[in-house]
């Protein structure tokens, strides 16, 4: 039975209040092509349950799941392997919930769980401190520009053409809003980064740049140039990590003298989902951390000298005034928090540094396997678990074709980059733990294929 408290009258004098004329005044951002007009095309007006069931289950089936054949898809989700024990114990009664408790103190044990979480993502950055989770990583990554924003007062934030378009886009949709000046380049199908045309960028205007590490075209580059760069004209650089694992070997953007590392944490603890939730990750230098968005959770004793768990930090705009509010983070992905620090912990060091020795291996042997294959040039000298391979022509077709003949090839720079003829030819080939030499094999045989 719906529930809906509002009269007419109600609802006139909201909207004289506001100053609209009718409920659509508040919709008119919405593209008219966007609004529907009538009901969903081919969708019945109501059925049973039973035939609603039979109908999903139907269509479920059409699915190909990521491990029922080669997969290598990547580009900011990943396949890894989840141990069954995180699920078992994220499911626990005294933890399955996404938010933090709104009186925290009498929930210890979340609040130990996200200080531990906290600890193992600043380390894991490389960062003074770490939050306690943001939505996503694209959503952290705008974050971040916004703090930049605060702590430089300048408004221009200079982008990478190595930023996933997704995380591009997210930046864009909020800049409206915000004002800030976002210069926005594309990446190149080269092995070299575009750390040398970022720093030609950098000016006295420039709140930071945003630089993703390993890149979207997995290349990997030594951020500290670009860092000393940012900080000679007062800039803040921001790195963004889509890829956790990649950090269990290769140098963390905090150790370059990154000011602000951002990321996606899906890849430990949290599988594909269709999308999310996933998790996103925050770190600074503690110089920055009261412009930190989200929550930050704290150690401290109690009144008889026993250790205890606070919520040290809430800059949102729920706890304080708002024009004083960092952010409008409502909550933290906190049960998608507790699955990545479950999974970390079962980890441990030496675990995710094995994790991510076996992933660069596996994308080692791939690269140079394909590197075989008639029409196909790697392009990385440098990568971790990712690599871009050019076709030599458009690679949306053939990623289409292997779908069919059900692998997953990977992801074609053409449905990242719509229009952008120069990087068609490109795809974007991931490997993990989870692909199989036979997985790398059928992928290269059916290129072969494909490419003749």
């Known amino acids: 039975m719906r529930y809906l408290p509002l009269t007419d009258h109600d609802r006139r004098d909201m909207l004289a209040v506001i100053g609209a004329k009718s409920i659509d005044d508040l919709f008119v951002d919405v593209p008219e092509a966007a609004r529907l007009t009538g009901p969903i095309a081919n969708l019945p007006g109501h059925a049973s ?83 306690a989770s943001m939505y996503d990583g694209s959503t952290a990554c705008w974050e971040a520009i ?82 000393d760069a940012c900080h000679a004209n007062k800039a803040l650089l921001i790195a963004v990590v889509t890829e956790p694992v990649a950090l269990g070997a290769i140098k963390s953007p905090g150790e370059m003298d990154a000011d602000i590392v951002v990321g996606e944490g899906q890849s430990i603890g949290v599988g594909l989902q269709f999308g999310g939730p996933y998790v996103g990750l925050f770190g600074c230098k503690d110089k920055y951390v009261r412009q930190m968005p989200g929550r930050l959770c704290g150690e401290t004793v109690d009144a008889d000298g026993r250790r205890g768990f606070v919520l040290t930090l809430s800059t949102r705009e729920q706890h304080i005034r708002r024009e004083k509010a960092t952010s409008n983070i409502c909550t933290n992905s906190g049960l998608c928090a507790l699955a990545f620090s479950v999974h970390m912990t079962l980890l441990g060091e030496a675990g995710l540094r094995a994790l991510a020795a076996t992933n660069h291996a596996g994308a080692v042997a791939a690269a140079e396997r394909l590197a075989q294959v008639p029409g196909v040039r790697v392009i990385n000298e440098t990568f971790f678990n990712e690599f871009t391979i050019d076709l030599g022509r458009e690679a949306r077709p053939i990623v ?32 993990t733990e989870t692909t199989t030499p036979e997985d790398v094999e059928a992928l290269a045989t059916a290129l072969e294929e494909a490419l003749a």
Do not use: W
């Open 49 to 131: 349950e039973l035939a609603v069931e039979r109908h999903m289950t139907a269509l479920a089936r059409k699915n190909l799941s990521a491990g029922e054949a080669p997969f290598f898809l990547g580009c900011g989700a990943y396949r890894h392997h989840v141990p069954a024990s995180v699920d078992h114990l994220i499911q626990r009664g005294e933890f399955l919930t996404a938010y933090t408790p709104y009186q925290p103190e009498i929930a210890q044990g979340t609040l130990q769980m996200l200080f531990e979480f906290q600890t193992q993502v600043a380390r894991l950055l490389g960062t003074d401190v770490a939050n």
């Open 146 to 227: 916004g703090m930049a924003r605060r702590i430089t007062k300048r408004g221009r934030a200079i982008l990478s053409g190595g930023l996933h378009p997704h995380y591009v886009s997210v930046a864009k949709t909020m800049a409206k809003y915000t004002g800030d000046a976002l210069d926005v380049s594309l990446p190149t199908l080269t092995a070299e980064t575009d750390l040398d045309a970022l720093i030609a960028r950098i000016d006295s205007d420039t709140s930071c740049v945003v630089v993703q590490y390993p890149d979207i075209l997995g290349r990997i580059a030594d951020l500290t140039p670009l860092a």
């Open 400 to 431: 289409r074709k292997l779908a069919e003949n059900g692998i997953l090839a990977g992801v074609s720079l053409g449905r990242l980059y719509p229009g952008q003829a120069a990087l068609e030819n490109g795809l974007v080939v991931a490997v």
